[in-house]
Structure formats: structure tokens, C-alpha cells
């Protein structure tokens, strides 16, 4: 079965936004793991990859203030507090596949997917916010986009990589899978 990455991100977006919620909350029940499960269990038939939900959503909670730090200085007019949950899980999400994740997760990729949530669940201006503030995350990471790749010419083309898979390993779309 392939893999559906931007399903998974959903759940690692809504498992992060309830993780912070319940934290902050001083709940002394709250556990990532269950929190995690709970979240995948309605889609466990159709995500497939369950690691990449477990895995991203750990390695976020685990760099929370080092990804915050970071962030920081590339929206200056809003403190990361002032920043509304969902779209401060967005850019911690955004951000750590955009300078930890370059093998697998293409930044445009990444990128993409962090302005589609955005779209999704935040505000208005939030899809707008998001790609700002990840795309001075880009230019400031220095990231290096390899040029060998072939131009594509169609849809169908820039959905598939030489292993016939979407283009991060997953499923049938860049949209859908990455």
C-alpha cells in the first residue's frame, strides 16, 4: 500500500497542536504516543505509513525550543507565543523537514505541504504567513536544490521519481503524498 504523506502530516499537525494544547494545559495525563495513536486509528486503512507519523511528530516535540529559536528571527514582528498554535505547529513542521529532512522531503515539497495545512486549518493569512516565513527559512538555511534533476514537462511527470513513486518515496501525487 503507498504511502499518503500529507494525510500523515495532518495527523502529525493535529497531534502536535493537542501535545502543546494538553502541555500547556499542565495536563498530567498527556502522553505523545497515546495522543499519536488516538489520531491515526480513523485513517490506520487508508495512511499507510504510520512511522513517518510517529517519527516526524517526535523529532518536532523533541526540537520544539531549537525550532522556535529558529523561527524567531524570521518573523521578527511576531514572537513565537503570539503566533496561533496551528500555524506555529505548521512552521515547527515546515521548518524541521526543510533543514532536517533534505533527502527525503524536497523543500519545495516541504514548503508546499506547510502552506497547504496553513490553507487548511488556519486562518486566512496564515497560508501567506507560513510561505513568508519558510521561505526566508529557506534562503537563510542556504539549502541547495540540485539542478541535474530533468525538467519536467507534465503533472504526471513531476509526480514520479526514477522509482515510479511520489516524489519524497509515497503515494500517487506531490500534493497528496509529500
Avoid at 489520531?39 to 511528530?57: A, C, K, Q, S
Avoid at 519536467?152 to 497528496?176: F, H, L, M, V, Y
Wanted: aromatic share 6%.
Amino acid at each position: 500500500m503507498a504511502s499518503n504523506r500529507h494525510l500523515g502530516r495532518v495527523i502529525v499537525l493535529q497531534s502536535l497542536y493537542e501535545y502543546e494544547c494538553r502541555t500547556l494545559a499542565k495536563d498530567p495525563e498527556v502522553d505523545l504516543d497515546t495522543i499519536i495513536a488516538k489520531n491515526i486509528e480513523p485513517y490506520e486503512g487508508t495512511l499507510g505509513d504510520t512511522e513517518f507519523v510517529y517519527d516526524l511528530t517526535h523529532k518536532v516535540v523533541d526540537n520544539f525550543e531549537t525550532l522556535d529559536t529558529a523561527l524567531a528571527p524570521m518573523a521578527p514582528e511576531w514572537p513565537i507565543s503570539a503566533i496561533s498554535a496551528i500555524d506555529r505547529n505548521v512552521l515547527r513542521m515546515g521548518l524541521y523537514e526543510l533543514s532536517e529532512c533534505q533527502d527525503t522531503v524536497p523543500p519545495k515539497v516541504a514548503i508546499n505541504e506547510a502552506v497547504e495545512l496553513a490553507k487548511a486549518f488556519g486562518s486566512d493569512s496564515s497560508s501567506r504567513f507560513v510561505n513568508g516565513v519558510l521561505g526566508t527559512a529557506f534562503k537563510k538555511l542556504g539549502i541547495v536544490v540540485e539542478e541535474d534533476e530533468p525538467k519536467r514537462t507534465n503533472k504526471k511527470d513531476a509526480e514520479k521519481t526514477d522509482d515510479g513513486k511520489g516524489t519524497d518515496g509515497g503515494a500517487d501525487s506531490a500534493k497528496k503524498s509529500a
